[in-house]
């Protein structure tokens, strides 16, 4: 095995790094780790500056605003951006998700029109698949798309995405046909959001990250609309998956995550102190495992491979770990860890541990839950379950 | 970046694994292994002992006792990262042997000096050697155990417990500590001084406390003086941890291939009990958690051959490894409900045997403990 970059991607990383403790951006870091309760990040002025020395999408074709670099260099930018403090969420989604998806089921006109903008950080973009009765089942979804004249118009509510009230347009799953074998009759649609057919609320939660209320109310969409083929968008969403699931979002949260807890640890002696050291030297441990396991799924994507089941494995571990060290993150900070950013008076105290252990239980949720993962790695991987 | 098995590394497990082929494996489980209760007096019976040589011969011909020495120096010039797969293998296998304690001794041999090519060469061509380093009621080699030596007459007088396969190795590799460093040997498995008695373990396999009482060493007895005996010792064991971090990653693969294959063809309720959940997702959850475990195994050993400081990272392995070997082999004990206790199913010795190997160079604990300031060194300021 090979676990060095080669020379030129380690140079990005290294130029990436440089960009990124500028004095502008640090400002901006800065700010973000003050927002007022209920107040997110959105379009962040960071991706409007990557995207003008074409990182924000690196491994894009440079006709849509990228390099032409590829899967490994795009994912040096998204570790390094958390771990340098930079809010990520709309950045993956709009790039990672929408963007990929774009690129890979895309007409040209379709990539032309809709990337460019996302690659410079002008637009951002959403994902509407959950309902109020589908979350993992999505093919049971009630959105309808009722044929007319030449297109249709779309009737539904979304709930549950993330940065949906930032984004320009959404990847929105409807049923344009009924079906007795449910995953046919799917179609996937580029909605523009910013129009008066589509309605989006908030849905306050226990994060920092409004869940997304989003109605669609009779908008009117036409064949320029559809990405991939009509009636045929569950093939569609479930190509794209094994590529956008990858784990290292999440293995980078992780890392960043002991990483602060373990410099706490550090300063209070609790790292020389047996007890603690025990949990802190396995989490360090899984940490490093659950990098070796995204890297894993990149390294096989770098060459063309694609895998269902590396993917799901290094979501599933990556997820649950970093609960297990937002959970243990009390143990070391105690009470003052249960302390928000809001509390007033010290301004490094920005509640990063509490922030952080309210989050988690989302990203077992959000992207497939654990449940999907395992169900996936038995299915495929280990033809259990059938 | 490359996080998969090179070609050299492919090379090895087909190479190893047409050794340890699917009808072959079932068998090498059991090589050797005694009856519950056994006790001191049970050697192996002749038949036993003609195939545990019959394979003995067979890795040494592959060559796999040389594998990380050099080629100018009788090995294939390979490294860690192509043991490790090895070791895998036979830990998959449960195949029990010197190996791993002989691959060991090649390596202290050299961090010797290059005084000792006449016992490189009589290693890797193929004499067992088993590490006697663990003192009484201290069982963790990285610290060697006391000794009595006796300066004048050039004797020494110690006790090792949990020397594996004493009585079918060529030599002893004794290793004893006191202020001054360490005290290595090759001390033959026939010299007058040496008595052995087995010591019946969970694992039911070839332990034994051996006595050294009166061992001559001789002018050129120790391999190298205390202070870089002490220091080679520590090195070599870094890889040794590494080598035994993947045995046991491996042993929880073939444990947790065995539970999957029975959660595919035991019923119950109408359909193979692999369809129900809660076995099913035991198993994926177990299957992400050996990968992972692989993971961390192949980088240490990545590490290790490139020349960088892999101790943190073979800790870091080896206590996961182990860890996760426990857990793994009693979850597979559980899916074959009371099947799995039965003497006729693996899935009672991958539980016993995993029990034994998770302490073997260092308790887990023990190991965290070693790990937590070399990581307090790395945690920035």
């Known amino acids: ?386 | 970046m490359r996080i998969r098995l090179s070609e050299q590394q492919l090379a090895m497990r087909e190479t190893v694994g047409k050794l340890f082929d699917p009808d072959l494996v079932p068998v090498i489980r059991r090589m050797g292994a005694r009856a519950l209760g056994a006790g001191p007096d049970s050697p192996p019976t002749a038949e036993e002992q003609q195939a545990r040589q019959a394979v003995w011969r067979a890795l040494t011909e592959l060559g796999t006792l040389g594998t990380a020495v050099p080629e100018d120096r009788g090995g294939l010039g390979q490294g860690q990262a192509e043991l490790a797969v090895l070791a895998e293998t036979m830990g998959a296998a449960l195949y029990r042997s010197p190996l791993l304690d002989t691959v060991t001794a090649a390596e202290f041999v050299m961090a010797c000096g290059n005084d000792h090519d006449a016992y490189l060469a009589e290693i890797v061509g193929g004499a067992p050697v088993a590490l006697a380093a663990r003192g009484r009621q201290q069982a963790d080699p990285v610290t060697a155990g006391a000794l009595d030596l006796d300066r004048a007459a050039d004797r020494f007088r110690a006790e090792r417990h949990f020397v594996c396969f004493a009585p079918d190795v060529d030599y002893l590799l004794f290793v004893g500590s006191d202020e001054a460093g360490g005290y290595p040997a090759l001390v033959r498995s026939d010299d007058p001084g040496v008595t052995w008695r087995r010591q019946d373990d969970i694992g039911r396999g070839d332990l034994y406390r051996v006595r050294f009482d009166g061992v001559h060493v001789g002018a050129a007895g120790w391999l190298a003086s205390p202070g870089r005996a002490a220091t080679a010792w520590h090195g070599v064991m870094v890889n040794a941890q590494i080598r035994q971090a993947a045995y046991l990653v491996g042993l929880a693969r073939g444990a947790l291939d065995l539970g999957i294959r029975y959660a595919r063809e035991r019923r119950q309720f109408g359909q193979p009990i692999g369809r129900f959940q809660a076995p099913a997702f035991r198993m994926a959850a177990a299957t992400a958690s050996v990968d992972a475990a692989s993971l961390l195994v192949h980088h240490a050993a990545w590490q290790a051959d490139r020349g960088d400081d892999a101790e943190l990272s073979a800790l870091e392995a080896l206590s996961t490894a182990a860890d996760l070997a426990r857990q793994v082999t009693t979850d597979v004990v559980q899916i074959h409900g009371a099947v799995g206790m039965t003497e006729g199913c693996d899935a009672q010795i991958f539980y016993r045997v995993a029990a034994v190997d998770a302490v073997w160079l260092g308790r887990p604990t023990e190991l965290r403990r070693r790990a937590a300031p070399l990581l307090r060194r790395q945690v920035a300021a």
Not at chain 1, 35 to 49: D, F, I, M, N, T
């Open chain 1, 1 to 386: 095995m090979e676990f060095a970059l080669a020379p030129e991607q380690e140079e990005f990383r290294r130029e990436v790094c440089s960009f990124l403790t500028e004095k502008r951006v640090g400002k901006v870091v800065e700010e973000l780790r003050h927002l007022p309760p209920r107040k997110e990040p959105g379009l962040l002025e960071v991706y409007g500056w990557l995207g003008e020395k074409r990182w924000l999408a690196v491994n894009w074709p440079p006709e849509y605003g990228g390099l032409g670099r590829g899967i490994v260099e795009k994912s040096i930018l998204t570790e390094e951006l958390i771990r340098h403090g930079v809010p990520d969420l709309v950045h993956i989604v709009s790039i990672d998700i929408v963007g990929l998806i774009l690129l890979m089921v895309g007409t040209r006109e379709q990539q032309a029109r809709y990337l460019p903008p996302l690659a410079l950080g002008a637009q951002s973009a959403s994902v509407l698949y959950s309902e109020p009765g589908v979350g993992s089942d999505l093919s049971s979804l009630r959105t309808r798309a009722e044929p007319d004249g030449d297109g249709w118009r779309l009737y539904g509510r979304k709930i549950y995405s993330l940065k949906s009230q930032f984004a320009d347009f959404a990847l929105c799953a409807a049923r344009t046909t009924e079906s007795e074998v449910r995953i046919h009759g799917i179609t996937l649609f580029v909605v523009p959001m910013r129009t008066p057919g589509v309605v989006c609320k908030p849905i306050w939660n226990m994060s920092d990250e409004a869940f997304c209320d989003v109605t669609l109310d009779g908008i009117r969409l036409t064949r320029d609309h559809v990405l991939g083929e009509v009636d045929e968008g569950w093939e569609v969403i479930n190509r794209v998956l094994p590529v956008e699931r990858t784990g290292l979002e999440f293995q980078a949260k992780a890392r960043r995550l002991l990483d602060r807890i373990l410099r706490q640890a550090r300063e209070s002696g609790q790292l020389d102190d047996p007890a603690y050291a025990q949990r802190l030297v396995e989490l360090h441990a899984q940490v490093r495992a659950s990098q070796f396991l995204a890297w894993r799924v990149i390294s096989e994507l770098a060459e063309d491979r694609l895998d269902g089941v590396t993917a799901a494995m290094s979501k599933w571990y990556a997820t649950e770990l970093f609960k297990r060290i937002s959970t243990f993150g009390f143990d070391v900070a105690g009470l003052d860890g249960t302390l928000s950013g809001w509390n007033g008076g010290d301004p490094d105290a920005d509640g990063w541990l509490e922030a952080a252990h309210r989050e988690g239980p989302g990203i077992t949720l959000s992207a497939g839950t654990s449940e999907i993962m395992q169900y996936l790695i038995a299915s495929s991987g280990l033809q259990l379950m059938s």
